[in-house]
């Protein structure tokens, strides 16, 4: 009878624990619904304000255009009017679409060297181990292949992948790294001429900006004037490549070219995408029509990445399918290795790599997984030390068509400290000087920017095509490279590890970033509305202010679409962050 009356009880907790589970399961997803309706209702009053706003400005005869002469009228600001000539300086950044980009459909799209949907449909995507490059195969070469006249042309990249948010929110991590990483920059350059640095993320760039002197803020733009430092990409983040709209991605790059158009007058040449987990053609076209001629890519599929280095297509000119003959080509390098860290970035060993990582160096709290640790470069260790980096540099040169070979040096938040950038350039300015220092190396090795890597390559393949052409010129610079359509989604890093989950994680988030778009686009047309139809022309605090919190607007929604923003990957406390900006 107990037990009877036992069961009965623990039926009846039971029940009542799953209609408590389920009455809080339905209170979050109610609290949700109301936040969001009231978020609505905000939008939706915001809109009526400014659609009301216009209408006061425009007034009467908002019909009537002005004439050459007439004068600036403002509003009435707290009982006065105010007149004045000066005009608000509006964003003039713009992305070239050409005619023909629109009508595509019209004509039958060209052929192609390399089409993706081919190679997926040839690919076994089995994963052999390769040896010291798991994914690859036991690299081997014959050192006659460069000579005095043909040496190996090595440039090293020094980096920082910075997050605008992912462990740690926007904020913090400025706070913790990136201010001590730009502080660093502006302090260790100007040392040595012959260093170099390369910077993506504007929305942290702006920030630390806006706190330096003017002395320093100076000696920046003289670190970009001597092409110490290059600003790669330029927008203000480092886009997500699969779920973001493409009016975002346009909008957060104009956003972050514009904001260096004011400040540094310099417009970016070359794209950095090393860290979205997955590469779509579309960015590869904004590149192109915002004036962009090259770009980097890593995170692409390791059985894309054996398969291109097979046959030396790791550099490509990246077409879009539609395009009916190649104005849509961009120059491509793809990253061949596991990771954009330093141990998978100098050649094929990881293992060898991570020896010439300087931020490890015995005592540090970065220490090597192979557990053997770096060496401070000295005179009696340099000449070996030398030899066996510049055998990785060779082995990576035999994935590319040219002798010029790209080494980027860094990971996620690197050079924090002076201590990081004393170790790394110091010692490896001492190899570079050991190894161009002995001819019988047949080797040029120094650092570099992006754009000093892909003039140097350009100029390669243009004398390549010389000799191949037996002495006329080469005028087509790419020519050496092939053509290729498609896009590099779904991203696997290892095995079946397939990133596709952060396609629909989060959707709520995803939904209210499209939300905030279409606003701040109805917002924006707006706003133009009363500036370019009226017969008055606005100026002052009016329209500073509105224009202003047309500014953050963007600012805002270009951030969440980070590549940890949008796609769900930051922590929940970071994702709550940026959805309270």
């Not at 190996?152 to 991590?173: A, M, N, Q």
């Not at 894309?304 to 550099?315: G, M, S």
């Not at 931020?359 to 401070?376: A, D, E, F, H, Y």
């Amino acid at each position: 009878m107990r037990f009877k009356a036992s069961i009965v009880f623990g039926a009846a907790i039971a029940i009542a624990t799953l209609i408590l589970l389920y009455q809080i399961g339905f209170d979050s997803l109610e609290s949700r619904i109301k936040k969001l309706e009231q978020d609505i209702a905000i939008n939706h009053n915001t809109i009526n304000e400014i659609h009301g706003l216009m209408k006061k400005i425009n007034g009467p005869n908002s019909a009537a255009a002005p004439g050459p002469d007439s004068a600036y009228l403002l509003p009435k600001l707290n009982g006065a009017t105010f007149t004045q000539e000066a005009a608000i300086q509006f964003n003039t950044s713009v992305a070239k679409l050409q005619e023909a980009d629109c009508s595509f459909a019209q004509s039958p799209s060209s052929a192609v060297d390399i089409l993706m949907e081919d190679v997926y449909k040839s690919l076994p995507f089995e994963n052999p181990d390769g040896g010291a490059w798991k994914q690859g195969w036991d690299v081997t070469y014959d050192r006659s292949q460069w000579t005095p006249e043909k040496p190996l042309k090595v440039f090293v990249v020094p980096h920082s992948h910075c997050d605008p948010g992912w462990i740690k929110t926007f904020e913090r991590y400025y706070s913790d790294q990136v201010s001590h990483i730009l502080d660093n920059m502006a302090r260790k350059l100007p040392e040595d001429s012959r260093r170099r640095f390369i910077w993506a993320e504007i929305s942290f760039f702006s920030m630390w900006w806006e706190r330096q002197t003017p002395t320093v803020q100076n000696t920046v733009r003289k670190l970009v004037a001597q092409g110490q430092l290059e600003i790669v990409t330029g927008g203000w983040v480092m886009p997500d490549e699969a779920v973001t709209h493409y009016w975002s991605i346009i909008d957060q790059l104009i956003t972050g070219h514009e904001w260096l158009r004011t400040h540094l007058n310099v417009r970016p040449n070359n794209g950095w995408s090393i860290d979205p987990f997955g590469v779509s053609p579309t960015l590869a076209y904004i590149l192109k029509r915002s004036g962009l001629e090259n770009m980097l890519v890593q995170r692409t599929h390791y059985a894309i990445k054996k398969h291109f280095a097979t046959n030396k297509n790791l550099e490509f000119r990246w077409r879009q399918s539609w395009d009916p003959e190649s104005s849509t080509e961009i120059l491509c390098h793809m990253m061949p290795f596991y990771s954009y860290d330093i141990p998978h970035t100098c050649g094929p060993d990881p293992k060898v790599c991570c020896q010439f990582d300087f931020k490890r160096l015995p005592g540090s709290r970065v220490t090597c997984p192979w557990r053997i640790p770096p060496q401070p470069i000295t005179p009696h260790n340099v000449q070996s030390r030398a030899e066996m980096l510049l055998d990785q540099y060779r082995k990576k040169a035999q994935l590319y068509r040219t002798n010029v070979l790209l080494v980027v040096l860094g990971d996620d938040f690197r050079y924090d400290t002076s201590d990081e950038w004393d170790a790394q350039f110091t010692n490896y300015q001492r190899l570079f000087d050991h190894m161009n220092a002995h001819s019988d190396y047949n080797v040029q090795a120094q650092f570099g920017t992006l754009s000093e890597y892909f003039h140097a390559l350009r100029e390669e393949s243009r004398s390549t095509q010389q000799q191949q052409q037996q002495g006329s010129a080469g005028e087509d610079e790419e020519a050496l490279f092939p053509s290729f359509a498609g896009d590099f989604f779904s991203y696997a890093d290892k095995d079946d590890n397939y990133w596709t989950g952060y396609f629909t994680s989060r959707p709520y988030y995803k939904a209210r970033s499209r939300m905030l778009a279409a606003k701040i686009r109805a917002a924006e047309i707006l706003f133009s509305m009363a500036v370019g139809s009226s017969d008055t022309v606005v100026v002052g605090s009016v329209a500073e202010r509105l224009q202003a919190q047309l500014i953050e607007a963007h600012k805002a929604l270009g951030l969440f679409q980070h590549h940890d923003g949008i796609t769900g990957t930051s922590k929940d406390h970071v994702v709550l962050d940026y959805a309270n900006m």
